[in-house]
């Protein structure tokens, strides 16, 4: 952070040049008469709130900010903002006074801002408990009231409190009066629970005897609630909510200390009503259903960028309550035809590897990430043809099939079993395509970064974790190819162009068979006629030795294949024919035709 600021002017600025002889009809001085009334005003506005922030600042070390939360500011947070615990500071407005300001006065100027009477006022510390709750510990003693502000700071910061945060009871002229209050009296609070709106509220507190049961306010609770005098109620005490819900029934009949239930503890009632009679019959429900509720954004993983709907779920959701449910939302029958796929936050985008069927158990798995701390609250959804379960027991590999037409490739989708060979794949895709011949054999290889980097054999088994995205280009084996003799090779040919001195791969690369002492010239020739490519285009096309990325330009008389009798290059695919051209990666690439078959 730059500890200097300055100030923001946008002022703009203009050179004028003015004739010395209109100088004196054009300059002179500038009178206070002169200045529009309202600019006079926005000036003197801005130089008194310099003025102030300047003072401001000089005096900082004089004052001090402290916190006071009221059952207005309770009842205002609960039920809408927060559910559990009693209030959150960070939105309680903070108050600034001088630090040598005696509490007393604070009470004082309380008195006159909120017409509360001094004599009515009983402030109290709070207090984190071992369980992570936040409340109400104890009052202020007689003694800490007669300190200043700075004073009671001080204190609250050696209780670990990072600020001067308190709490203000108002007690009712029929209740103890503040000197008075002896260790039996308990402060508690409570909250209303109507679970058929499936609504919280903050209803007050009560200033009550440890040794009394619930019972006997029950009265006054259907008071505070607008019941009838006897109506049936059951009491509920909020103990925790992190990591999990704890909100246990209250005996009526059992005095509040046998209860363990102290100052600043908190009980919430509701009428007694069946468990399925609502959604969320009682306040335990109600506070595991608001704990655990999750918006979920749900987006297509064929469009991973925008949303596609929302759902409220809950993070304790089995795998199939959520598929079931976004199911539902879809109008699908069969819920084990979704497939869900997690969020990379920080990529912003699906995850490489799906959800596996019933491999995660609950919707806020799905939704963690590496953090224990940290959620998203994104899934990505695909609708198959086939339930999933029986989708995991097959291998899907998506083929690019070369047709005989140059430059037309056809992708496919096939599916086969676990276990299967290479040659299980050639014989599906044989059902699927036309060949130029009955008895047309297949070549597969896999290319990467544009270059052909495995040739399979039909004998070996697919691997079962091949990506699914990546393609297996499957081509037809020329018939000439069949006729080559012991000293003609088959060359890998790559197209390239050069971008700054390096080289760029690009397009799909082929295999050629070059014969024993053939020139360039004869290769050019033939590969011409592959590609179909017009003369006067075909001139501008250079060809290259290719290894470890750097060419070596051929004349139309070099013999090709004694290039490839290098013995210093490790693999067949660290050596290529490279064909330098600039026309495909703009033109001929537009030609390339894809097409999918299902």
């Not at 703009?12 to 309202?38: G, H, P």
């Not at 801002?113 to 202020?140: A, M």
Request: charge should be negative; charged fraction near 30%.
């Amino acid at each position: 952070m730059n500890p200097l600021k300055f100030t923001k002017y946008s002022n703009a600025y203009m050179l004028v040049y003015i004739r010395e002889s209109d100088k004196e009809k054009i300059v002179c001085d500038l009178e206070e008469t002169d200045i529009n009334e309202d600019l006079k005003t926005r000036l003197r506005k801005e130089d008194e709130d310099k003025e102030n922030k300047k003072k401001e600042k000089a005096e900082a070390h004089m004052f001090t900010t402290f916190k006071v939360a009221r059952d207005h500011d309770l009842a205002a947070q609960i039920g809408r903002d927060m559910f559990f615990d009693l209030v959150d500071y960070e939105k309680i407005h903070p108050i600034r006074v001088l630090k040598d300001m005696p509490f007393n006065q604070v009470k004082e100027e309380f008195s006159k801002e909120f017409g509360i009477p001094v004599h009515s006022q009983r402030f109290w510390w709070w207090s984190k408990r071992q369980n992570h709750t936040y409340r109400p510990t104890r009052p202020l003693t007689q003694q800490e009231e007669s300190y200043t502000v700075g004073q009671l700071k001080d204190a609250a910061i050696r209780m670990n409190s990072s600020e001067l945060r308190l709490y203000l009871e108002v007690v009712q002229e029929n209740h103890l009066t503040l000197a008075s209050r002896t260790n039996d009296d308990i402060l508690l609070f409570f909250k209303l629970y109507d679970p058929e709106k499936e609504e919280l509220r903050y209803v007050g507190n009560l200033l009550l005897k440890a040794s009394s049961t619930p019972s006997d306010i029950v009265p006054k609770l259907n008071e505070i609630a607008g019941f009838q005098p006897d109506e049936d109620i059951e009491l509920y005490e909020e103990i925790k909510f992190e990591p999990n819900i704890m909100c246990e029934p209250v005996d009526c009949d059992v005095s509040f200390s046998l209860n363990q239930i102290a100052d600043g503890d908190i009980l919430c009632y509701q009428k007694r009503c069946s468990l399925d009679q609502h959604r969320h019959p009682n306040v335990s429900s109600f506070f595991e259903y608001v704990h655990n509720r999750q918006v979920v954004h749900f987006r297509l993983l064929e469009k991973p960028k925008q949303d596609d709907f929302s759902l409220e779920l809950s993070k304790r959701s089995t795998y199939d309550d959520v598929v079931e449910k976004v199911a539902q939302h879809l109008g699908m029958d069969d819920p084990s035809k979704l497939r869900l796929t997690q969020h990379i936050p920080h990529l912003q985008q699906p995850k490489h590897q799906y959800i596996k069927y019933r491999s995660i158990d609950h919707l806020s798995d799905m939704l963690l990430l590496r953090n224990p701390n940290q959620m998203s609250d994104i899934l990505y959804y695909e609708i198959l043809d086939i339930p999933l379960p029986e989708l995991q027991g097959l291998i899907t590999l998506r083929v690019a099939f070369h047709q005989a037409t140059p430059n037309e490739v056809l992708f496919h989708i096939i599916r086969l079993p676990k276990g299967s060979t290479y040659s299980d794949l050639i014989d599906d895709l044989k059902s699927r395509v036309q060949l130029s011949r009955s008895d047309a054999e297949l070549r597969l290889f896999q290319v990467n970064n544009n270059k052909i980097w495995k040739v399979y054999q039909p004998t070996e088994k697919i691997d079962a974790v091949h990506d699914p995205n990546v393609p297996l280009h499957v081509e037809e084996i020329p018939e000439v190819e069949k006729s080559a003799g012991p000293r003609d090779r088959l060359v890998h040919v790559v197209h390239f162009f050069k971008d700054n001195q390096h080289i760029q791969y690009y397009g799909v690369p082929f295999f050629f068979l070059i014969r024993e002492g053939e020139a360039l010239s004869d290769i050019k020739v033939r590969i011409q006629k592959k590609f179909e490519v017009p003369d006067e285009q075909f001139l501008k096309w250079k060809f290259a030795y290719v290894a470890y990325n750097r060419p070596d330009y051929l004349q139309d008389s070099d013999i090709v294949l004694s290039r490839f009798q290098q013995k210093n290059i490790y693999g067949p695919w660290e050596q290529s024919l490279g064909l330098e051209h600039s026309d495909m990666p703009t033109k001929r690439a537009n030609q390339m035709k894809w097409r999918q078959n299902p």
